[in-house]
């Protein structure tokens, strides 16, 4: 009280403009007084102080009781506040005790289990038109795997003429071949081989017996893992450059297929048609799982990222 009756005494006697400056004087020398006082705020009517290390806002125009009585009344509102709402919280603590005792045990039913994959979802894959599997490599491992562990005497092996191409075979389950499985095939080994990074429309894809692949290099040359010659007669195919994307189900699940138009859209709830082009693989994938999207299929973007084939490309409406 004494900083506010003495701050109110020299601006009776001087004005508020010397009162300050009196005051500024007598805090920068220590005076006593002042040393509660840690701003004015003339225009406001309100000056600050410090008690008890709090910070107090103080209305110039009225006393020390007046104040004092402004802050008491403030306190008690808050306090009862501070009643009413731990009665409310305590009232609604015995609310939810009362619906808990009352209420059925909850079961939380743990997260589906993802579904294991077939083992051709590792290599590249389509299902034909006709119903078989047809696989490819998607490097030199994966290459010598399908060659030397999956292919049998009545499947058919395939390869594009170019360098930079998987090995395909179609997996004839003991059936004679359709035609129409053989040009998908042979659609598939184009459209993962280096012709589509190049742009390419066409390309000629040669299709043989397994008999006919042999891992035996001709004297005096080496053959790199991977890689094969065929012995005897080569029968060639021209199919264009392009795929399509889809989705099928497998045990219950979406999975993303790609592969030549004609198959995918026969055993997919959704496709997408691409072709080579400028898109980066990570942008195409994103356009592709927007078109999902609407048609109502959910799948992640890095499983279309997977199945496309390499190199940049675009849709076409």
């Known amino acids: ?23 500024q004087k007598a805090k920068e020398a220590g005076e006593s007084w002042t040393l509660p ?17 709090q910070a107090i806002e103080l209305d110039l125009r009225a006393s020390a009781f007046e104040n004092s009585s402004r802050y008491y009344k403030e306190y008690r509102e808050l306090a009862e506040k501070a009643v009413g709402a731990r009665k409310a919280l305590e009232e609604t603590e015995r609310e939810l005790e009362a619906l808990r005792a009352g ?9 589906p289990k993802r579904r294991k994959p077939k083992w051709f979802e590792r290599h590249r894959w389509f299902i034909s038109s006709d119903g078989l599997l047809v696989i490819g490599g998607r490097d030199a491992q994966g290459n010598a795997e399908i060659v030397e562990k999956h292919m049998e005497p009545t499947d058919l092996y395939l390869h594009a003429e170019i360098i930079g191409a998987p090995h395909v075979i179609i997996k004839s389950t003991g059936k004679e071949i359709p035609e129409t499985t053989l040009i998908e095939a042979a659609e ?11 742009g390419l429309g066409t390309l000629d894809v040669y ?17 790199p893992k991977g890689s094969y010659i065929i012995q005897g007669k080569k029968n060639l195919l021209k199919v264009p450059v392009r795929a ?21 859209q026969k055993h997919s709830k959704v496709f997408v048609e ?5 898109t980066k693989k990570s942008e195409l994938a994103h356009q592709i799982q927007i078109k999902f999207k609407i048609e109502g299929i959910e799948v992640p973007v890095d499983e279309i990222e997977r199945a496309l084939p390499p190199g940049t490309g675009e849709i076409r409406q």
């Open 274 to 278: 691409i072709y080579p082009g400028s």
């Open 37 to 53: 006082i840690k701003s004015i705020d003339i225009n406001k009517g309100k000056m600050e102080v410090e008690i008890a290390g």
């Open 1 to 23: 009280d004494e900083a506010r009756r003495t701050l109110d005494q020299l601006r009776r006697s001087t004005g508020w403009k010397v009162a300050l400056e009196t005051f």
């Open 207 to 223: 299709w043989a017996k397994p008999e006919q692949v042999s891992k035996k290099a001709p004297s005096g040359t080496y053959l």
């Open 244 to 264: 399509a994307v889809g989705v099928m189900t497998i045990d219950g699940e979406n999975v993303v297929v790609c592969g030549p138009k004609s198959a995918v």
């Open 188 to 198: 598939f080994a184009a459209m993962h081989s280096r012709a589509w990074r190049e």
């Open 103 to 111: 209420a059925p045990e909850v079961e939380i039913a743990p997260p």
